[in-house]
């Protein structure tokens, strides 16, 4: 089942385009890995899904639920209701945590349960303690952000993102503001939630990584989509010549 599909989208900030005619679907379950050199427009495409930028036309379902369509060439969005149903399914981690400074870990982890989703207190507090523990920070739920390394406090990221129960969970770049000995911390969290089949769509430039854990690989460059593939057809036998000579800056 699709539980995320993009069809012809493209977005203008004003006259610049930076994403064209952009269609993928993603099934339940797939793990998406998106690479592509900087300004390709991986972050905006991701905005998008999040509803942190508006697309200039083509069509956005996620779970079956319709985020954005195109009507007479303009975008026509979902009610507010469908709007905030779509962004509780839809869980985002980004390359600089953005945690809440002046909340502890448990309170940033049950923050969007209780006041977005509506979970009664307790059972968001007993969500969270279970995430905590299963990503390593049972012990760190009353320590603030600053208390805690970058690795630390992008697991709290990625348990606040879990906390929603979505259907599908965006990473952008969510190792790149680490330490190369932190990267891995992270890594293995993305690799525990893929073991238990988590969708999830992962910008990075960890590409031994994507080649590792993803079931499919999206190569971008300026706003669109070059090539995609499964990582071995992707890095091992790419056909464009643009794939080609991104991953040359990558071969050792
Ligand atoms: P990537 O994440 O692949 O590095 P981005 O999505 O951040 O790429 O950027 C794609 C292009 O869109 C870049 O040319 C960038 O300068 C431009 N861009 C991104 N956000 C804005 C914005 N708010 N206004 C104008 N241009 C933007
Ligand atoms: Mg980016």
Known sequence: MSILSVKNLEK??????????????????????????????????????????TITSGTITIDGKTLVETKNGAPVYAG?????EILMETGFV????NL????????????????VAGVPKKQAEEKARELLKKLGLEKKADAYPCELSGGQQQRVA????????????????????LDPELTGEILSVIRLLAEDHMTMVIVTH?????????DRVIFMADGVIVEEGTPDELFLHPQKERTKQFLSHYAD
């Open 100 to 115: 809440f400074p002046h909340y502890s870990v448990l309170r940033n982890v049950m923050e969007a349960p209780v006041c």
């Open 206 to 214: 960890e590409m031994q990584f994507a080649q590792a854990v993803s």
């Open 12 to 53: 203008k900030f004003g006259d610049l385009t930076v994403l064209k005619d952009i269609s993928f679907d993603i099934n339940d379950g797939e793990i998406i890995s998106i690479i592509g050199s900087s300004g390709s427009g991986k972050s905006t495409l991701l905005r998008c899904m999040n509803q942190l930028e």
């Open 80 to 84: 507010k209701d469908i709007l905030k």
């Open 94 to 97: 980004f390359q600089n945590f």
């Open 158 to 177: 990625i348990v606040r993102a879990l906390a929603m129960s979505p259907s599908i969970l965006f990473f952008d770049e969510p190792t790149s503001a």
